[in-house]
């Protein structure tokens, strides 16, 4: 139910906003705006305004359209004339279509002023130690680092590296990363990605450097259990001090999840501390599939102490002003970067994979909106990014479509032809069914994968 609300609320403001962006301009222009449609298809219900617009909910709720006065679509009455779309001066028409990709943008760069004036809790860019044999490893990484810059552009947050280590490092032979250890001392560090696997790369960029997040050490000490799960059975409880896997002292909680994960369905036997008494208890772990493995898992969690793990969280938050500034920055980059990833992926040097559809959308929806506002906000701004750059596209049917026809009407003197137009429009089509055939085909691969 989570997923189905948050996924028809992202539809739903992004749509109205895109629309809307259309409407007002339109308005501005002098042009009569017939209908505004949340949805495709049959009308399901609807009211009329003072000016004559119909406000209009349609059955199909996967995008909207503004109908605008157009003697291309029908006959109009003489004195209504002005008021046509088709007769507009070029750069009208120009603002009208462009309205609505910009709204997009300018509704993510509000809700990106709204995060950074109220504040965005994150965790610090720490690294832990690199794997072995890594380009992270040759490049002199160490464990509690914080990566500071890539290529000169500050980075703010875990979330923030691993996009940058992705927009800077895509396509190039290397980066420059900044570090400062725990003394202050300032580090470069040069990172060769000449020869990786740029499929690997798009998908788990700091996978494939070799880097992980700081993980503090942690005690091998029970927090939290799974209700019912088998730990819980076995009769552990919150608190207990593991010492021992079948015989085999551990000081670590990691030792105790690697002993577990290797013993789906085997039993094993479990040394404990409990208030200052020695227990043994035998437990089989549960057998669970995970990345087409088989794995063990009793049902608990360590124990955190907040003190620790509040020294690796952050708050990205700036004044306002200069809130609104990194908010356009934001959606700058991220809307560059789209278009930049659209490009390699239309010239094959960009995996098709990348592309999402409405389930992959719904499934982040859900999962953001789970996850608090915060996270919801910032998946609101990306998707409404990712929306207005896909619509400023130069392909027939699409905003950027009607723009190429408009820019080519300035450049010649003169409207298109409806031949031309017309061909265009089927090209579209075919281009859309295409990029809507493998991002559902991406979804569904996605789901049945899991």
């Known amino acids: 139910m989570t997923t189905l609300l948050a996924f028809i609320f992202t539809l739903a403001l992004l749509i109205v906003v895109h629309e809307y962006g259309h409407y007002v301009v339109a308005r501005l222009c002098g042009v009569r705006v017939l209908r505004f449609s949340v949805g495709f298809g ?42 046509a779309f088709n007769r507009q001066g070029v750069w009208k028409r120009i603002a009208i279509v462009a309205a609505g990709p910009a709204a997009n943008l300018l509704l993510a760069i509000l809700l990106y002023w709204i995060l950074y004036a109220t504040g965005v809790p994150a965790l610090k860019p720490i690294v832990g130690e690199p794997l072995a044999d890594s380009p992270a490893a040759a490049a002199g990484f160490r464990s509690g680092e914080e990566v500071t810059r890539i290529d000169g552009e500050k980075v703010e947050s875990w979330q923030d590296f691993h996009l940058q280590l992705l927009r800077h490092g895509f396509g190039a032979a290397s980066v420059e990363v900044e570090t400062r250890d725990a003394a202050g001392n300032i580090a470069l560090r040069r990172l060769d990605l000449a020869g990786m696997d740029r499929a690997a790369f798009e998908k788990d960029p700091l996978g494939q450097i070799g880097l992980v997040r700081f993980s503090p050490p942690l005690a091998p000490v029970i927090g939290e259990l799974q209700s019912g799960g088998v730990a819980q059975r076995a009769g552990i409880a919150s608190g207990d001090v593991i010492t021992a896997v079948n015989d ?13 994960r290797a013993h789906p369905g085997i039993p094993l036997t479990l040394e404990l501390q409990r208030q200052g008494s020695s227990i043994s208890i035998e437990l089989t772990p549960e057998r669970v599939s995970q990345g087409g493995q088989s794995i063990g898992r009793i049902g608990a969690s360590p124990h955190l102490d907040p003190e620790v793990f ?65 996270p919801f906000v910032t998946f609101l701004a990306l998707i409404s990014i990712s929306l207005g750059v896909l619509n400023l596209l130069p392909v027939p049917i699409l905003d950027g479509g009607h723009l190429l026809y408009y820019f080519a009407e300035l450049a010649t003197g003169r409207p298109v032809s409806e031949r031309i137009q017309e061909i265009g429009q089927r090209v579209g089509i075919v281009l859309i069914g295409f990029l809507m055939f493998f991002a559902f085909y991406n979804d569904l691969f996605r789901l049945f994968s899991r």
């Open 42 to 83: 049959r009308v399901l219900a609807s009211r009329r305004d003072r000016s004559g617009t119909e406000w209009a909910l349609s059955a199909f709720p996967l995008g909207g359209y503004v109908k605008m006065l157009d003697e291309r679509e029908g006959e109009v009455p003489a004195e209504q004339l002005p008021q």
């Open 248 to 260: 085999e002292p551990v000081a670590r909680w990691e030792e105790v999840v690697e002993a577990i």
């Open 310 to 374: 509040r020294a690796l969280q952050t708050e990205v938050r700036y004044p306002l002003f200069s809130a609104l500034w990194r908010g356009v920055q934001k959606t700058w980059e991220l809307a560059t970067f789209t278009l930049e990833m659209l490009g390699r992926m239309l010239v094959g040097q960009a995996s098709l994979q990348n592309l999402s559809g409405p389930i992959t959308i719904a499934d982040y929806a859900g999962q953001s909106a789970s996850a608090g506002m915060v």
